[in-house]
């Protein structure tokens, strides 16, 4: 099986594609497997005609990436983001197909994105956006086929949109054809912070099977968004020490700890972290490398990289974003002794509630809290220690990263075999 162009190692799709074929060959499965999994099984790319504010129309490209459906529906977010392209898209598709074999849900991997600049939309073109997206992709989406969600600036406002204009179109209501919808209209409670919430378990045992103590941990969080924001709250309130959060401006740090309610309360009120009061001003960049115990990046891709990752000083990387770390990065983490719990793992808990939902839907009876964040837990625990045990067993080492991928693509391989290939 040809190796991707190393030069090539900072593209996400060729990184991803190495590590799938890595994992085939580990595990010496014929490479058929590795052909099936380096491509989606279907992208389609649509011009997607809105009209504007202005009266103008302007055309925005979208994608869907169907990656593989062997355990179930092809599952995966929407994003809205300038700098998608189809690359990104295939590869957020392949780690979907991964997350839900890992986390032991009855989905594949998809993944969309439109091409657009979210913050210059108003909410009436966003709209119309979220809809006609709908309209181009209805043929190739839906409950039993595919099942879009949110992902980075999409909402539960832009699923309601989606799901509502799917029915418009299907003329009934099929409310499982997206999920991360708000509660009125078939949402799940706990959905909003579920991704959070998974990746305070998978930090909570990372912290454990380390031999220390979550209330003694100091943690530094990149990204105060859906995902940073909600994790922040939810291990401080879990007894850790917040020592440092940034966004995509800034970042505050203070090693006697941050209240994190009080951080993002400031963040809402001002639209930024910076001038919160009682707190050294840091960047992004300095995040990565401040003293602390557990790193969860949890914003873009492709931040942690060779020229940052020796200088990381966490014993512990949760990754809450997609792809946060660069292969080279990977590399050096591991030769530190590292622990890196992958994000097909550790921020799978947002995929996981989603599948709650779409049970919900299905029966058309609603969950409590308890419940859901219940199920959630037993999932996420679950899935850490079967992927550290099976690490440990099969590589010799402690990187989950190569561990889950062997583990979810010997799961994936046997569902395509038991059906069959062809
Ligand atoms: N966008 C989220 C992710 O990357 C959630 C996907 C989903 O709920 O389907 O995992």
């Known amino acids: 099986m040809k190796k991707e162009n190393p030069g090539q190692a900072e593209n996400t799709l060729m990184a991803t ?5 890595e994992a085939v060959e580990r595990l010496g499965l014929p490479p058929v497997v590795y052909d099936y999994l380096k491509d989606p099984a279907r992208f389609v790319e649509v011009s997607i005609p809105v009209e504007m504010d202005d009266g103008s129309i302007r055309l925005f490209t979208g994608y869907r990436s169907q990656h593989n459906n062997a355990l179930g529906p092809y599952k995966g977010g929407i994003r809205f983001h300038p700098e998608s392209d189809p690359d990104e898209v295939k590869a957020l598709s392949m780690w979907m197909t991964l997350k839900c074999a890992l986390i032991g849900i009855p989905f594949g991997g998809g993944k969309g994105a439109v091409v657009c600049e979210p913050r210059q939309l108003s909410m009436k073109e ?16 839906g409950p039993e086929i595919d099942i879009p969600a ?9 699923m309601a949109w989606m799901a ?11 409310l499982g054809v997206v999920t991360g919808k708000p509660l009125l209209v078939g949402g799940s409670v706990g959905r909003e912070e579920a991704t959070s919430r998974g990746v305070l378990f998978a930090a909570r045992e990372a912290v454990r099977v380390s031999g220390i103590s979550l209330q003694n941990c100091r943690v530094a969080v990149q990204g105060a968004g859906n995902v940073g924001g909600y994790a922040a709250l939810l291990l401080h309130e879990a007894g850790a020490k917040i020592v440092a959060i940034s966004d995509s401006r800034a970042g505050v740090y203070n090693p006697e700890g941050l209240d994190a309610g009080a951080v993002m309360k400031h963040k809402k009120a001002t639209g930024s972290l910076a001038g919160f009061p009682g707190a050294e001003e840091i960047t992004n960049e300095q995040l990565l490398t401040i003293d602390c115990d557990i790193l969860i990046p949890a914003a873009r891709e492709n ?45 799978s808990g947002g995929v996981t509630v989603s599948y709650f939902e779409w049970v919900q839907n299905n029966y058309g009876y609603y969950w ?3 419940t859901v964040n219940k199920c959630l837990e037993e999932k996420m625990v679950d899935a850490f220690h079967k992927i550290y045990n ?3 067993e099969n590589s010799g080492h402690l990187h989950m990263r190569s561990g889950a991928y062997m583990y979810a693509i010997r799961k994936i391989a046997d569902a395509m075999q038991s059906r069959g290939w062809f």
Do not use: C, H, W
């Not at 949110?150 to 832009?158: E, K, S």
């Open 164 to 174: 509502d204009e799917y029915a418009r179109i299907m003329q009934k209501s099929a």
């Open 390 to 392: 099976f690490t440990r």
């Open 368 to 370: 409590d809290a308890e």
């Open 126 to 141: 966003k709209e119309r956006l979220s809809r006609g997206y709908i309209r181009a992709l209805a043929g190739v989406l």
């Open 17 to 21: 594609r190495n590590l799938i074929r």
């Open 150 to 158: 949110p992902d980075m600036y999409t909402d539960a406002q832009v």
């Open 303 to 347: 931040q942690i990289t060779a020229a940052n990752a020796a200088a990381v000083k966490a014993r512990i990387v949760v990754e809450g974003a997609n792809g946060p770390t660069t292969p080279e990065a990977d590399q050096i983490l591991k030769e530190k002794g590292v622990l890196l719990v992958p994000d097909v793992l550790a921020n």
